[in-house]
């Protein structure tokens, strides 16, 4: 239960010491919905607001007095200059990261006291939210409102680990948009239908839709910001603290059928040999757009970027393009992620790129990459010895004369203890290809005067994406 501490607080004095316009006008709204105890408990001095970037919405933490600004505050989404959208009370406590997964307890409360939510959180995921499969919306004393999500979608979790490299400690993340998503049926984070999820999240991703704040339909992007934020000093919004956040895709990698590769270069036959056109495009897509250098864990399911290729023939009047990348053909260990597993190639039109490399080659040297894209399509994947990047880039270099190479990426995972006390050891990887070094050194070579600098694009927007394949040709 949250336990909420009554002082004898004006309510006024906490608006006028603060010095923020904003912070001001959000306090003037609050005090009419918000308990006058837990008011009077509000620490403003430590308020943190989640750098909205593009987006028309504003999340704000204000922390109570005392309490860590990661463990009980009011939560609240905002317009820019301080009209309340909506609000709650939250109470998140940890009992430890798991499995690469955050699993602790949440409690959320209206801003007037009534219970929205009690849950044990496991693994990432709040556990109520996803019971025998469905997403529970709202709970008011006697109805509960559910909703099945669409076929052969995936959730990602409301609160998740990213690590990062150099050996640094793993942060916890959480869906602060996807919370505030259950006072208002916006299913936590939206996008569990064909459709996109809420209209709210269709107006520029506050609740639901392609960019909302959560997981949802495949492709979706997920806003998150750290449980503990480290914050040093006033920003922004008159001197208020803000902190970037970040966005999260999911990748559906397991939902999607294996292709044969076979089939797929089959399909360029369609186009006349004769005066033929042929161009091959080594293509990033990252986990996080706002730090490229950020990985997730490799604990199944959040997506740790991927590499892959699109190559095209035209010739005739015909043309034939295919977009494809190298798998695990199954999910890896959340005990080993680097271990031995099947691979398999899948197709990837429609995906988005945040770097690429182009360039045209001949018949020659077509036939150079058909050959090894086929012959590796047959190899075992392995995270840190052949993965998605080994495989793309092996194939794009197949015919340079100054093949692309990249630095290493290190990623650390940490020890695993359950309740039983089994563990394992943490354990330091060195990773010689890697989506997040592969775009640095796109990245140097587009603004370092590289001669290949004009086929270079870049686009940390979410809106390059890969052209639809062509499919396979038997």
Known sequence: MLIV??????????????????????????????????????????????????????????PFVGKSVGE???????????????????????????????????????LGGRVILN???????????????????ETSGVKAVTLEPAPGADWLPEVLVVGYTGGGASTSYISLDGLLGVTSGD??????SDSGGSDEGSEGGDGGGTEGSGGGAPGAVAVYSPVEPVVSQGGGMGGLRVIQGIEVEREYVYDLPAVDVRKLFNCFDLVPSEGAVYTVQ???????????????NFSGGVNAGHTFLVISKSGGGESVTQAFGFYPG?????????????????????????????????????????????????????????????????????????????????????????????SSAPVTVVIASSPQKLYDKLATMKTGGSTEAANINLD??????????HGACN
């Open 330 to 422: 199954e999910e890896p260990s959340a005990w080993n992620p680097f271990s031995s597993l099947p691979s398999a190639i899948k197709d990837n039109g429609n995906k988005e790129i945040n770097a690429s490399i182009g360039m045209s080659i001949n018949a020659d040297q077509f036939e150079a990459i058909k050959a090894m894209s086929i012959n590796l399509s047959s190899k075992s994947y392995e995270l840190d010895k052949f993965n998605c990047t080994d495989y793309a880039l092996t194939v794009f270099n197949a015919t340079r004369a100054v093949p692309i190479t990249m630095d290493p990426y290190i990623l650390r995972q940490g020890g695993i203890t359950v309740g039983n006390g089994v």
């Open 5 to 62: 501490f009554v002082y004898s607080c004006r309510k006024d004095a906490v608006v006028k010491e603060d010095s923020s316009t904003y912070l001001h006008s959000v306090l003037l709204r609050l005090r009419d919905s918000l308990g006058t105890g837990d008011f009077g408990r509000l620490d403003t001095g430590r308020a943190v607001l989640t750098d909205p970037g593009g987006r028309r919405v504003y999340t704000l933490r204000i």
């Open 187 to 192: 299913i936590l984070a939206g996008g569990g």
């Open 119 to 137: 849950s044990a959180v496991e693994d990432g995921f709040i556990s109520v939210l996803h019971e025998k499969g469905n997403r529970l919306v």
């Open 72 to 110: 009980d505050f009011v939560l609240l989404r905002t317009d820019s200059v301080g009209n309340l959208l909506k609000g709650q009370v939250v109470h998140l406590e940890s009992s430890g990261v798991e499995g690469a997964r955050f699993s602790g307890r949440i409690r959320l409360q209206s």
């Open 282 to 296: 080594l293509c990033v897509d990252l986990p996080v757009n706002s730090s490229p250098n950020m990985s997730m």
């Open 460 to 469: 940390l927007s979410h809106n390059t994406k890969a052209p639809i394949s």
